[in-house]
């Protein structure tokens, strides 16, 4: 097995969000890696509940405070929080279609849903280039269609030393009462 290099800041797409998460929320990262946003997120007060298939890399997250660590298999395993509601939720790198009802269906009112993840175009400039693995132009809008506010969406390549062509997307459930900076 190879082992996996999770990028170590946070995106500053989800920096730049974090603070419309409700005050002391309960937020979900998923796919956390080895928890760049969650040390992110606990560091602004919340409750977070991280997790990711990789239990090496979850364990990084040991013994940081506001931090619970789950091991589960999105993909192949079953959906571990039917019963739980988040007041926000992180994606970062992230695309497993058949989850995205989970998803949305555990954010709670006034919760805020922080999104990316790479598009089509990313090929171009290395991994992922599986189709299933990027979205479509628009895919996310679409996603969310009219049960969410749209706080900011965008699409497209993004320069830098190492270029990509990610979608982003921050929604809240229900009515935005503040809006970013």
Not at 27 to 49: I, N, P
Not at 66 to 95: C, H, K, M, N
Not at 101 to 114: A, D, K, R, W
Not at 149 to 154: Q, S, Y
Request: charged share 25%; glycine share 12%.
């Amino acid at each position: 097995m190879t082992e996996t290099t999770y990028p170590t800041e946070a995106s500053p797409w989800i920096a730049r969000f974090a603070p419309l998460i409700p005050e002391s929320g309960d937020v979900l990262d998923l796919a956390c890696g080895s928890g760049r946003h969650a040390r992110l997120l606990a560091s602004l007060g919340h409750r977070v509940e991280a997790v990711d298939r990789d239990g090496d890399a979850l364990a990084q997250l040991a013994g940081i405070e506001g931090v619970t660590t789950r091991q589960a298999d999105l993909e192949g395993g079953s959906w571990p929080y039917y019963s739980r509601v988040f007041d926000g939720i992180v994606v970062s790198r992230y695309l497993w279609r058949p989850l995205m009802p989970q998803i949305f269906n555990c954010l709670g009112e006034g919760g805020v849903l922080i999104y990316e993840t790479f598009m089509e175009g990313q090929q171009l400039f290395g991994k992922p280039e599986n189709p299933a693995h990027l979205l479509r132009p628009g895919e996310l809008l679409e996603m969310v269609g009219k049960r969410f506010t749209i706080v900011a969406f965008e699409q497209g390549e993004i320069a830098g030393e190492k270029p990509q062509v990610m979608q982003r997307i921050c929604v809240r459930r229900g009515r935005p009462d503040k809006l970013p900076v």
